[in-house]
């Protein structure tokens, strides 16, 4: 049953890679690659430069968004036999986030201005 759900999958795709590659046409020129502005033409490029702080703060949240997610769970799972258990790794999830924000803190990743 696991091997034919296995095969089933592989095979599927494998199919779609390679529809994706041979469906589109792809013939680039100037006129597909441009910037399109409402008919007119564009005023500068389209590539705009981006903040590398902006890249830093996002990377941020999510890092420290994923760590709060791991102690969603915690209130249900206190009820569990080993409750002291739970209680450790909360704590533990706790004091590695704390500590990440204190070092991204002393290394001046939340500093905006210089």
């Not at 760590?67 to 769970?73: F, K, Q, R």
Request: aromatic share 14%.
């Amino acid at each position: 049953m696991i091997i034919s759900i296995l095969f089933l999958t592989t095979t599927l795709t494998i199919v779609l890679a390679l529809i994706s590659f041979w469906l589109p046409m792809i013939s680039p020129n100037s006129e597909k690659l441009s910037p399109y502005e409402c008919g007119f033409d564009p005023l500068g490029s389209a590539r705009l430069p981006f903040s590398m702080r902006f890249f830093l703060v996002a990377i941020l949240f999510l890092l420290f968004d994923l760590e709060i997610a791991l102690l969603l769970p915690t209130p249900w799972a206190i009820h569990l036999p080993s409750s002291t258990m739970t209680i450790v790794w909360a704590s533990s999830i706790l004091i590695l986030l704390t500590l990440g924000l204190i070092y991204e803190w002393l290394q001046g990743g939340l500093e905006w201005a210089e």
